[in-house]
């Protein structure tokens, strides 16, 4: 057995939202069923969240990703796991029709989420496909930036520009600069500040915050979180305007890179850059000028 379920699938996670429909099988033969999340630790075999919007039965329920993870190492009888889940939903919530959010490809073979590279054949319908961005720790090096970002890092170091994990006290004003770049881009962060901090006191091994200083001003900033054991993800960075020319997320993403190395993750994952499919060229080239790799994080759907 797995000794924790992933963050998106934890009970402490799990009991913060509203409207959360949580999904169990007790053993490989038995059906599914709706649980709490108290119980999600008695010894739960196969686990899934979602949201019921309209006559939709939609994974997650509020995550990066959804799907099933399996509380159990590898397990190769997957036939009745879907289909059984299929013929529930109907019955239990009158939907008719289900949708997931897949992981990203890279997490495919990850403990406890190897069932989600078959969903797309019984899910038949692709809704999206998003690009996903990720560096393989254990091959990349600063070798792998694109020449450009080379300079741009020995020129920070040079100038005093520096990284580093940030402590509570900070978070505040990293969160204000992730605000301030969301508005000029005409949107909100997907989280509040108060919500931020709930999460890092409540999973301090899980989220971390980091930092790039210049001399004591605090000029880029970024949100990561333990996603799978396997999994670093970072869920929101961003650098003040007038002070871009530095590229200080450039010095950011190294300090994650060696603390994710440092803390035996495989992945470094740097999200999409797509939206429903909807493919950001700028933030495609900024990802791949970073060393990383594309893999496909799919949207599928059925209808019951």
Do not use: C
């Not at 393989?136 to 990284?163: A, P, T």
């Not at 508005?183 to 999973?203: A, C, H, M, Q, T």
């Not at 999409?272 to 791949?288: A, D, M, Q, Y």
């Amino acid at each position: 057995m797995l000794n924790t379920n992933p963050v998106f699938w934890s009970s402490g996670y799990l009991s913060k939202k509203k409207d959360l429909k949580l999904l169990a099988m007790k053993s490989p033969l038995s059906d599914w069923g709706e649980i709490s999340p108290k119980e999600v630790n008695t010894n739960v075999f196969a686990l899934m969240t979602g949201e019921i919007n309209g006559d939709s039965f939609i994974s997650p329920h509020s995550a990066t990703f959804g799907g099933i993870h399996l509380n159990q190492d590898y397990i190769k009888e997957y036939d009745l796991i879907i289909p059984k889940l299929v013929h529930f939903l109907p019955s239990k919530f009158e939907v008719k029709k289900l949708s997931v959010l897949l992981p990203s490809s890279h997490l495919y073979e990850s403990v406890g989420l190897e069932i989600n590279s078959i969903f797309p054949a019984y899910l038949k319908k692709n809704v999206f496909i998003d690009r996903n961005f990720v560096i393989k720790l254990k091959i990349w090096s600063e070798s792998d930036l694109s020449k450009g970002n080379r300079k741009k890092l020995r020129q920070s170091r040079e100038g005093g520009i520096f990284s580093s994990q940030l402590d509570s006290s900070e978070i505040p004003n990293a969160y204000s600069i992730i605000e301030e770049n969301r508005k000029r881009l005409g949107v909100i962060p997907s989280i509040s500040l108060n919500e931020l901090l709930d999460l890092v006191v409540s999973f301090p091994k899980l989220y971390k915050v980091f930092g790039t200083y210049y001399k004591s001003e605090l000029i880029a900033a970024a949100i990561v979180v333990e996603t799978h054991p396997e999994n670093n993800y970072v869920y929101m960075w961003a650098e003040k305007l007038e002070y871009r020319n530095f590229s200080p997320v450039v010095s950011i993403f190294k300090k994650i890179v060696e603390y994710s190395q440092d803390n035996g993750y495989k992945f470094l994952d740097l999200g999409t850059s797509s939206s429903k499919g909807k493919t950001i060229e700028g933030l495609v080239r900024f990802k791949l000028n970073l060393g990383a790799m594309e893999y496909e994080k799919l949207m599928v759907s059925t209808n019951l």
